[in-house]
C-alpha cells in the first residue's frame, strides 16, 4: 500500500528503523525533521508577530517530544500527521506560556509541517485538512481530537457526544478511509 509521498515514506521508514533500535537511522530521522520543524516554526512564528529566535527552542522541544515518544507511533500510519501534531502543541504550548493569544496561530493542514525545509527543496505532501473534509462530520472530529489534538478518547467522546467505543470505530474506519483516499490520489 502507498503510504504518501516518497519523503513520507523514506521519513517512516527511518521511523520504523529507529523504533527497532536503529541508532543510524535515529539520528538521520531527528536531522531530517530538524529541517522541516524549523521551516514550520519560523513561518508560525511570524504570523503570530513572534521573534525568530524562539525557532530553535521549538524546534529542540519537537525534536525532544519525538526522541521521547517514537514508541507511541503505530507503524502502518503516517508519519507526518503525527509530527504534526508534537510541532503544533509544541507551538501553542510555547504561545500559551509566553502569553501570546492562541488565536494569532492559524488552523493549518499537517502537510504543512513537510512544505518548508531550510535544507532542501521537497515534494509535496498530504493535505490533510481535505482529506479529512471528505469524512462524516463524527468521524472527522473523532480523528482531529484524537490522532491531530491530541485527546484521549474519553475527551473525544465527551465533546463528540459518542460513546468512547464508537469514537474508537469512528478512528479505525476514518483512518482506513483516508488510506484509501490517499491510496487514490497517488494513483492518480
Known sequence: MDKGSTKERELRALMIASQSGDAASHRRLLSELAGYLR???????LRARRASEETEDLVQEALLAIHNRRGTYDPSELLTPWVYAIARYKLIDHLRKSQSQVSDVPLEDASEVMAADDQSAN??????GRLLAML???VRMSIQYVKVDGLTVAEAAARCHLSESAVKINIHRG????STL????NIQ
Do not use: H, M, Q, T
Open 39 to 45: 521551516g514550520y516554526f519560523r513561518n508560525r512564528l
Open 123 to 128: 515534494e509535496s505532501s498530504i493535505d490533510l
Open 136 to 138: 462524516p462530520e463524527k
Open 175 to 178: 483512518l482506513k478511509a483516508l
Open 182 to 185: 490517499v491510496s487514490r490520489v
